[in-house]
């Protein structure tokens, strides 16, 4: 079936640094989708993207959509320790029935 | 207030019983999911459904059963042919717009804690 491969898996960064998430289909996806969950939590919709090339932005957070569709990016700038949480990308499968498949997760930690 | 609940949030079950997870939305929403999350290992699919009476399986489903009676409901029984059932289950429901069309935004219920003793 359709899989999602999330890069990297954990990731630690000094509070004021950068982090950035990639997510990888060998398929081309309809769309993306990117997910926060926190400590002890449930995951929460953060955005989705549709357009080859699509870019959003949250206030420090920038969403990629590549051009073939078939991979994206999450970026965060100057980390701030509420960032902490494990990120998920999201793809839903093109065929007739709706069928959401989720990335590994990359965990950040923000040290303050 | 809108939402989608599960329950309960801790269950213990013994070893060789059957479970069942309540999962509740009344968002007015078609699809369903249950998915399965292990450390390391993300969320993976177990079932899911996109309209009442009807299901598929997901990824892992063997071990799982299903039902969908009612659009609000979709419970999911963890059976004793599972060899590994201790895991965070989440359940999620979403918009039916197949095709990505739309925001299919999925919402995520607080999830059941299942320890197998």
């Known amino acids: 079936g359709q899989q999602v491969m999330q890069i990297p898996q954990y990731q630690h960064v000094q509070e004021g640094e950068d982090f950035t998430t990639y997510c990888n289909s060998s398929?081309?996806?309809?769309?993306i989708q990117w997910y926060k969950q926190r400590p002890g939590g449930h995951p929460v919709f953060l955005i989705q993207?549709?357009?080859?090339?699509e870019v959003k932005k949250q206030k420090r957070l920038t969403f990629q959509f590549g051009e073939a569709k078939k991979n994206s990016s999450l970026h965060i700038t100057a980390t701030q320790t509420t960032d902490v949480g494990t990120y998920f990308c999201?793809?839903?499968?093109?065929?007739?029935?709706?069928?959401?498949?989720f990335g590994i997760g990359t965990k950040l930690q923000v040290i303050p | 207030d809108g939402g989608i609940t599960q329950s309960p949030k801790y269950l213990f079950r013994k070893e060789g019983q059957n479970v069942t997870l309540s999962c509740e939305q009344n968002l007015n929403h078609d699809a369903m999911y249950w998915y399965r999350q292990d450390p390391g290992q993300g969320l993976r699919l177990i079932y899911y459904?996109?309209?009442?009476?009807?299901?598929q399986k997901g990824d892992i489903a063997e071990g799982y059963s299903v039902s969908r009676e009612k659009k609000e409901s979709f419970p999911l029984t963890v059976t004793s042919a599972q060899k590994n059932p201790t895991a965070f289950y989440l359940c999620?429901?979403?918009?039916?717009?197949?095709?990505?069309?739309?925001?299919?935004?999925?919402?995520f219920g607080q999830g059941t804690r299942l320890t197998v003793v």
């Open positions: 993207l549709v357009k080859s090339g």
């Open positions: 459904s996109q309209i009442v009476n009807d299901f």
């Open positions: 999620a429901s979403s918009i039916s717009a197949g095709g990505g069309r739309g925001n299919t935004e999925a919402f």
């Open positions: 398929t081309t996806l309809s769309n």
């Open positions: 999201a793809a839903m499968n093109s065929g007739g029935y709706q069928k959401v498949t």
